[in-house]
């Protein structure tokens, strides 16, 4: 059962990394978007041209216990500065998508397991690097879990779903 975190349905926008998206005024980050349909969108583009497609699910745990210790000035800050660490190692051709407060996206185009697999662990690696906000190091963790189509399923909903499994399993 995915967790309840990654909200698979919140509608909005995706984001390509290149790509205007609008913001929360407050944290200058995109708005929330579905993960499911997102996947499914570059899906039919891989089903025509026959290219593979993976899924990274992303949660960023300890924000929140920064929030309520140095206040939410600091945990907007904190969590611009993961979104900004997040697009950046992403491949051009990725797309990246929030899909929640501390969850996020990203769509692997023409990745198949090995290249998943790596890009999976450059993103739990780098996400979990400290982070100076003010006079602050503030060190989080990352769960990153990673779904290949089609052996994780063949539409968007169930390669999130499995990208989320994955990355549950890793507490």
């Not at 899924?55 to 929140?64: K, L």
């Not at 185009?109 to 739990?124: E, F, K, P, Q």
Request: proline share 6%; with cysteine.
């Amino acid at each position: 059962m995915p967790d309840q975190a990654f909200q698979l349905s919140t509608p909005s926008a995706p984001l390509r990394s290149s790509a205007k998206a609008s913001a929360v005024p407050a944290t200058s980050l995109p708005d929330h978007a579905p993960l499911g349909p997102s996947i499914d969108r570059e899906l039919a583009a891989c089903r025509r041209s026959g290219t593979p497609l993976a899924v990274v699910a992303i949660g960023i745990d300890g924000i929140e216990s920064v929030g309520r210790q140095h206040g939410h000035d600091v945990e907007h800050q904190l969590l611009h500065a993961v979104w900004s660490r997040f697009k950046n190692h992403l491949r051009a051709t990725d797309l990246g998508v929030r899909v929640g407060g501390h969850e996020f996206g990203a769509v692997l185009l023409n990745a198949i397991g090995m290249t998943a697999a790596i890009v999976d662990a450059r993103l739990s690696d780098v996400l979990s690097q400290p982070y100076g906000i003010g006079a602050l190091e503030i060190t989080l963790s990352a769960r990153t879990g990673v779904a290949v189509y089609p052996q994780a399923g063949s539409t968007g909903e169930a390669l999130a779903a499995a990208a989320l499994q994955n990355a549950i399993a890793k507490r």
